[in-house]
């Protein structure tokens, strides 16, 4: 996909413990679900996620194309993966729906503090 080229070209996939191109984002939604994506936000069944607004460009102030999408029914093989506290997250906002299969892992917490 030539979002992800571009994300690897400007660095969005560089983890210090990690040298694999890899993002660690929370499914949003999966099979059945009904998304929209647009300038004001991701709506997941009618409900507008937090922090969920796609930037006109990231941090380096290089521009971003937010993924447009109305009403649209995830397949079964498909995910929409988001950050739900980061609003400058690279994530579903701008790549869309993926597949499943893309999911290489799952990641649960083992310790957590305040």
Not at 23 to 30: D, E, G, H, N, S
Not at 85 to 112: H, Q
Request: aromatic share 10%.
């Amino acid at each position: 996909m030539p979002i992800f080229e571009l994300a690897k070209a400007r660095g969005y996939f560089d983890v210090a413990y990690s040298p694999a191109a890899h993002l660690m984002k929370r499914v949003a939604a999966t099979a059945g679900d009904r998304v929209t994506i647009d300038l004001a936000g991701v709506q997941v069944n009618g409900i507008r996620l937090a922090n969920s607004a796609p930037l006109p460009c990231d941090l380096a102030g290089r521009p971003l194309q937010p993924y447009i999408l109305k009403d649209h029914f995830l397949g079964p093989d498909e995910v929409l993966l988001m950050s739900d506290y980061n609003p400058a997250s690279f994530d579903s906002r701008y790549f869309g729906p993926l597949n499943a299969t893309t999911i290489e892992a799952v990641v649960k917490a083992v310790l957590t503090w305040n």
